[in-house]
C-alpha cells in the first residue's frame, strides 16, 4: 500500500463501538462482520442493510474537454448519457488489460465524476492524471481531482431499503449545491429515480444534504448515499436509529462479497486485473464501439479467448478459494478460481474460475474438479447469476 | 489434578475437558469460533486414529477463511461428533458442549496439565486478540 499508513474511514469509531470484526482491506482498517456474515447477507435479500462503504474512491473529471476526456479514459459511451445518470465501464491499459471497473456519474458535459475501487483508488488516480497531462499538452481544457478523503459513502441495500429512505428524505429538484457537489441540471425526485441515475436530497431530521443514486452492489434495489466526510457518522447514526423501518442492519464486507458474488458482480482482483481482457471476463457489452478509448487498438489484435471466465457450484461441501486450482475430468489442470465463498442464499459452495484453454468447450466440462487443498471436490457449471431477485434490483 | 467439568486451551486454541464418565472431549475455544465466524463446514478427524500433540486432526471453514484443528495433546479419537456434518453452525452456538469435536483417549492426564487453565487462557485470548 505505497508504504502508507493503513487508513481509516469517518465510521471506523462507530464499527468498533459495534463490535465488529475489523480487517485491513484496500489499506482501510473496515468491518468485515458486525454478527454474522449469513444473518447480515440474508438480512439484505429479505429486508435491507447499510455499509460504510466510504473507502471506494471518487475522481472527478472538469473542463471544457471533460467530455472527450471521459470517452477517450473509460470503455464505454460516457459522454452520451443524460445528466443525472451513471454508467458501467472499464479503464483499460495500452495492452487491454484491465486497470479498474469504475461508474461513472455525469453531471454536465464538462463535469463527471468516476467511482473506482478503494484498491486501485491511487493506481487509477494516477492514470488519469497522466492522461490529463496528455490532454493539457494539447492545448486541452481538464482536470481531474482525487476527492476520495472528502467523501463519505453509504449504501444502503435491499428490497425494503426504500422503507428507510423515501420517509426520512425532502427531495432538493434545485439546480445548483448538492453538498459537495454542483448539480447544473435540475434532479429528479429520489422515488422518480430508475436503477443507475442520481439526484439530491436532505435528510430532514439532521439537516444533511446528501446526494443520492439507484446503484449497488448487491443484486437488491438500493441507494448509495454521498455526504461530505464529517457529516457520515451523523447519517451512518440517523439511519440505524430508524432500522426499524425497514429491519435495518449493519452489513461488513464478508456479506457485502457473498451478496455481490451471489449476483454475478465481477471483484477487481478476483475475476478482473491487468492480465483479463474484457472478452475474458465476458464485458465487452462495455466496450463501444462507436468511439477510441485507450486500450481499444490492443482489443483488436485478440482474436482467440485465452480464457474464459465460468461460474460453477458444488455438491460437496468445502468451500472453494481465490486460486486453486480447476481440474478437468481426467485430473489435468485447466484453470484457477477467481472467487469461492459460501452462497447463504443457496446454502452450498460457489465459485468462479478462468478456463485457460481457449478450445474447452465450456458445456462439455460436466464433470470437473477443484483441488481443495489435495481432495478433488466435483463442480458443476451454473448460468450466472446464483440469485436473482432483480425484479426489485432494476 | 485434572478436574472433571474443567476446559484445559492450547495455545492454538482448542480445549480438552474430562466429563463425568471419565471420558475426554476435544473442541475449540468461543474465542476461537468468534474469530472465525459463520462455520459452514466441519473436517472431522478419524475415528479410531492417534494423532501427536500438534497434529493436524482437521479443519473448520467459515465464510471467510480455513482454519486447522490440532490435537491439543496426544489422542486417540474414540468417536466424532457427527452432528456438525449437517450443523457446522453448532460450532458458532455452543463451541465448549453441543459444537464439540470429538470424544477422545487420552492415556497421560499430566498432559492436560501442560495446557491452560480457563482463567489463563482468558488473558492468553485476549492478548491474541490484540496482537
Known sequence: ?????????????????????????????????????????????????????????????????????????????????????????????????????????????????????????????AWVRHVQNDFQ?????????????????????????????????????????????????????????????????????????????????????????????????????YLLQNSNLSNLLPIGLGARDTLRFEAALPLYGHELDETINPYDAGLEKYLSDTKDFIGKEALKNIKNKEKRLIFFKLSGKQIPRHSQRILDENLKPIGCIASGTYSPSNKFPIGSAYISDAGVNVSYLKDFFIDIRGNFEKAEVVSPPFHKNFKTGK | MIKSGSFYFSKSHEWVSKGSNDKYRIGISDFAQSELGDVVYVSLPEV???????????????????????????????????????????????????????EVEISNDSDIEGLMDEVKYKTFAESSHHE
Open chain 1, 137 to 237: 499538452k494539447k492545448g486541452k481544457d481538464v482536470t481531474v481531482q482525487n476527492i476520495s478523503d472528502d467523501i463519505g459513502l453509504l449504501s444502503v441495500q435491499g428490497p425494503k431499503s426504500r422503507d428507510l429512505i423515501y420517509p426520512l428524505i425532502s427531495d432538493v429538484v434545485k439546480i445548483g449545491k448538492c453538498g459537495l457537489f454542483d448539480f447544473k441540471f435540475q434532479p429528479k425526485n429520489i422515488k422518480d429515480l430508475k436503477h443507475f441515475e442520481f439526484g439530491c436530497a436532505i435528510f430532514k431530521d439532521v439537516n444533511v444534504e446528501a446526494m443520492i443514486s439507484r446503484s449497488g452492489y448487491t443484486g437488491e434495489f438500493g441507494f448509495e448515499i454521498f455526504v461530505p466526510a464529517e457529516k457520515t457518522v451523523i447519517l451512518w447514526n
Open chain 2, 48 to 102: 479410531g486414529k492417534n494423532y501427536k500433540k500438534d497434529a493436524k486432526i482437521g479443519e473448520i471453514e467459515s465464510v471467510k477463511s480455513v482454519s486447522e484443528i490440532y490435537a491439543p495433546v496426544d489422542l486417540k479419537i474414540i468417536s466424532v461428533n457427527s452432528k456438525l456434518n449437517d450443523t457446522p453452525e453448532l460450532i458458532n452456538q455452543d463451541p465448549t458442549g453441543n459444537g464439540f469435536i470429538a
Open chain 1, 1 to 125: 500500500m505505497n508504504n502508507s499508513e493503513t487508513k481509516k474511514t469517518p465510521l471506523y469509531g462507530e464499527h468498533a463501538k459495534m463490535g465488529a470484526k475489523i480487517v485491513e482491506f484496500a489499506g482501510f482498517y473496515m468491518p468485515l462482520y458486525y454478527k454474522s456474515i449469513i444473518e447480515e447477507h440474508l438480512n439484505v435479500r429479505k429486508n435491507s442493510g447499510i455499509f460504510d462503504i466510504s473507502h471506494m474512491g471518487e475522481i472527478t473529471i472538469k473542463g471544457k474537454d471533460a467530455s472527450s476526456f471521459v470517452d477517450y479514459v473509460f470503455t464505454a459511451d460516457v459522454s452520451k448519457i443524460g445528466r443525472g445518470e451513471i454508467v458501467y465501464a472499464l479503464i483499460l491499459n495500452e495492452k487491454g488489460g484491465i486497470i479498474d471497473d469504475v461508474t461513472v456519474f455525469k453531471f454536465s458535459d464538462d463535469e463527471y465524476m468516476a467511482v473506482v475501487n478503494a484498491s486501485n483508488t491511487q493506481k487509477d488516480f
